[in-house]
């Protein structure tokens, strides 16, 4: 079981509360952000242009999140699911239960240029709370600037003791520049894609930015959810 800090990157998931204080449990607030790539309503067959999400095993990127040092993002296994070959963190940047403890997996995958980030999750206590595996595609890197994707997804959550409850969640996506450039420090990344990612549960927005350099992978990642900004930014990074 480990502690996730609010750093919201889809890549990455965000909650902001997980149930009713009322004796009647409710669903997850909206801002619980899981992935799934079913119900992928705009077609995914494209020519990759490039790897801007490097995946093998020890692959790792070490991020501040608005100037602080977190764990590093670490591929640390694979896992084929459905015939797909996934990639398994031991963290994740973005992801978050509002700083509450939680045991789960975050993977990552990519096909034809299309990337993904799969996570699943348990949240301990009295009730245990299960978040179902969701899929949610956070980049094409064929598109060009300005075309966009859309998800209607559907998040399964359930409190222990009580049936299954279901919450539409609406992904749309869409590619704001290529071939950027972008400055952390000393560093200066090139041949970047810069993603938003906007997030509707419940009419609750969640907005989401990546930027991903060529060769590389995730450079820098935003989180804008009710009023609060989170910047993540990376520090270093190595690649097998």
Known sequence: MKKVNLFIVS???????????????????????FPDDNNDEDNDNGISTGNYWPMAVNNQWVFNENGLPQEPMKIISTQIIDDNTYYKYNNF??????GAPFSGTVMSRKMNGVYYYRAEVIIPG??????????????????????????????TTTVEGSAPITTSVQIEGKILEREA????????????????????????????????????????????LDGTNTISELQSYTLN
Do not use: H, M
């Not at 899929?135 to 559907?154: G, N, P």
């Not at 590389?216 to 989180?223: A, C, D, F």
């Open 11 to 33: 890549f990455f998931i965000i909650t902001s509360s997980l149930f009713s204080c009322s004796s009647e449990f409710e669903p997850i607030d909206p801002a619980v952000q």
């Open 181 to 224: 450039s972008l400055t952390i420090g000393s560093v200066t990344y090139t041949d970047i894609i810069r993603v938003e990612l906007v997030q509707t549960t419940q009419g609750i927005i969640n907005k989401n930015y990546y930027w991903f350099a060529k060769d590389i992978g995730l450079v820098k990642y935003r989180n804008v």
């Open 126 to 155: 009295t009730p245990t709370i299960t978040v179902s595996p969701l899929e949610i595609i956070v980049l094409k890197d064929f598109l060009e600037v300005d075309e966009t994707w859309t998800q209607s997804l559907t998040q």
């Open 93 to 98: 940047v973005g992801t978050s239960t509002n």
